[in-house]
């Protein structure tokens, strides 16, 4: 809200989102499961599991620190790669800020890493809320630097980033601390060469599994790095059009699905391990019920208001009102998508827990094939909106599929409930209201 309202949808606007793009797409994807979804089952059943986990450390601190000092002597290249359509000066202009937000990726890879730990234990809150940390440290970035020029407030953005990034390794360091993983850190630490040889099949399993479970766990993701992509060729402002929409989606898919799916999968995972699939069928039924009755109101909210809820976010300041019109429409048609990518998460996890991430993999292969094809022909008839609408669309596609590899007699053993009788009761009382609202708010505003 505060971005919007100091630097509005600009070609400023713009340069941030692209430099961010590349870190917090690798943010969202190590935060939202794929390394979890990897690591947590082999971890799980490792027998030297301080030494698989420091292994498995290591090598993707080095990775990362190597990758970022290319970035770094490279930004110009990577920051045309992540923009194609900007101009010269532009990508110029985005170099610099590319180079240090990237350094922001080796920062979340420690908090994941220790989130994963943390997992392990049960422990999900300081996880949950060392974001807000990021969060806090830009908007003190912009409050400080709100009477400056916009592209020196891009700067003290960029600078935010990375120092929430350190904010959010302390707290999780404090955590691992206090539940006592120093002892595990440290005793891998200690014997990661002379025992390296117990983890062999460990490792071999997990690097098997975690290039599958990034492409598996990510469709949302990828189609929104693909939207930017694409939106760079249009008009000046669209990125910023569908960066200030998604960030209104993610908050539901974050809020109620991705929260869900964090939380469940240790216990699936383990109810697993012990062939203990009854339960897991009644943890994964709660789910579906609970998560499908806050999509489908948060869905049907959010079309039927999605020109109000932008302008109550972000028309202020720099955010015109022709901005808040192409933001509603963007944000109507990302939540087309809502409900199938949120319930897509939870059915993949009985493919992560069982070691299926080729699979999942495949199975968003496909969905993103889908979000390609119809980004290229929806981009010029819609514009923005039409490559919010393709990735809904590949959404759809994505669910269906991990239907089907779940199972569709399963699936129907869950759905085929009581409770889909009270939930289409609620929906159709919930859109007439809410549909009376409007026409409320539309006659006396």
């Not at 809320?129 to 891009?154: C, V, Y």
């Not at 964090?262 to 697993?272: C, D, M, S």
């Amino acid at each position: 809200m505060l971005q919007a309202s100091i630097l509005g949808a600009n070609i400023y606007t713009d340069i941030f989102i692209v430099a961010f793009k590349l870190p917090n797409l690798f943010r969202r994807i190590f935060a939202e499961g794929a390394f979890s979804q990897s690591f947590l089952p082999t971890f799980t059943h490792s027998k030297q599991k301080s030494v698989f986990a420091m292994r498995t450390f290591v090598k993707f601190i080095l990775f990362l620190l190597i990758f970022a000092i290319f970035v770094t002597i490279f930004s110009q290249q990577f920051a045309k790669l992540i923009a194609w359509g900007f101009d010269d000066s532009t990508i110029k202009a985005a170099a610099p800020l590319v180079s240090i937000n990237f350094y922001y990726l080796i920062l979340i890879f420690i908090v994941t890493f220790l989130a994963s730990l943390l997992q392990y234990k049960n422990h999900f809150a300081t996880s949950a809320f060392s974001t807000a940390l990021l969060n806090i440290t830009i908007i003190g970035a912009l409050l400080l630097s709100q009477d400056l020029p916009k592209s020196t407030i891009i700067y003290y953005m960029s600078y935010g980033v990375i120092l929430g990034g350190f904010l959010q390794v302390s707290v999780h360091i404090i955590a691992s601390k206090k539940l006592h993983l120093f002892k595990l850190i440290f005793g891998g630490l200690k014997n990661i060469k002379n025992k390296k040889n117990l983890v062999k099949e460990d490792e071999k399993r997990f690097k098997s599994t975690f290039f599958a479970s990034v492409l598996g766990s990510s469709t949302a993701q990828i189609s929104a790095f693909l939207d930017g992509w694409l939106a760079s060729f249009l008009v000046s402002g669209s990125i910023s059009y569908l960066y200030y929409a998604n960030r209104i989606f993610q908050f539901p898919l974050a809020l109620f699905a991705i929260a869900t799916s964090v939380a469940i999968f240790p216990k699936i995972t383990r109810y697993l391990k012990h062939d203990d699939h009854k339960k897991a069928q009644v943890m994964l039924k709660n789910s579906f019920w609970f998560l499908a009755a806050l999509l489908s109101l948060a869905t049907t909210v959010g079309i039927i208001f999605s020109h109000e809820i932008v302008w109550l976010l972000y028309e202020r300041g720099s955010f015109t009102s022709k901005d808040s019109i192409h933001t509603g429409v963007v944000l109507a048609m990302y939540l087309v998508g809502l409900i199938p990518f949120g319930l897509s998460k939870i059915f993949s996890l009985y493919l992560y827990a069982t070691h299926k991430q080729k699979t999942a993999a495949k199975i968003s292969g496909i969905a993103l094939g889908f979000n390609i094809i119809l980004s290229l022909s929806l981009i010029k008839p819609l514009g923005a909106s039409g490559l919010a609408l393709a990735s809904s669309i590949s959404g759809i596609v994505l669910f269906i599929l991990t239907i089907r590899e779940f199972g569709i007699a399963e699936f129907f053993a869950i759905i085929k409930d009581k409770y889909a009788i009270y939930l289409m009761i609620s929906l159709i009382i919930t859109i007439a209201l809410l549909l009376y609202i409007k026409e409320l708010l539309s006659a006396y505003l």
